[in-house]
């Protein structure tokens, strides 16, 4: 793990956290041996072992962001992710709007207790 990435990216990545923690049901948690931020229990972002943006997406977005260039698909030990991308920091541009994206999908096929 390369701290000074990890610092980097959660230097782009911290204050949208930030902004989510104000909305109803979104809290931080462990996933995948990182903290996440999660709605209702279930994590849709966090900055993964190589300080790469990780978001649960629909599937056919995560292939539209791939088309770009923009993410690639998760693998987890030799098995594709089909709803979670990653997202490298050559694209932090667009990791605000991209969590809120994540958010949304997340807090909509999650059910409310």
């Given amino acids: ?8 990216a959660h230097e782009i990545f911290d204050p949208i956290v ?7 049901d979104v809290d ?3 996933m995948f041996g990182v903290e996440g931020v999660r709605v209702r229990g279930k994590v849709f972002a966090c900055i993964g072992y190589d300080a790469d943006l990780m978001l649960k997406l629909p599937r056919n977005r995560i292939d539209d962001l791939e088309a770009e260039g923009i993410a ?6 030799g098995r594709v992710m089909k709803e979670w991308a990653f997202v490298d920091a050559a694209h932090a541009q667009t990791w605000p709007g991209l969590v809120d994206e994540a958010h949304a999908f997340v807090d909509e096929i ?3 207790g």
Wanted: hydrophobic share 35%; net charge positive.
């Fill in 18 to 24: 930030q902004r989510l923690l104000t909305r109803a």
């Fill in 110 to 112: 999650t059910p409310r």
């Fill in 1 to 8: 793990m390369d701290a000074d990435a990890q610092e980097r």
């Fill in 28 to 30: 931080l948690g462990p």
């Fill in 72 to 77: 690639r698909r998760v693998v987890m030990r």
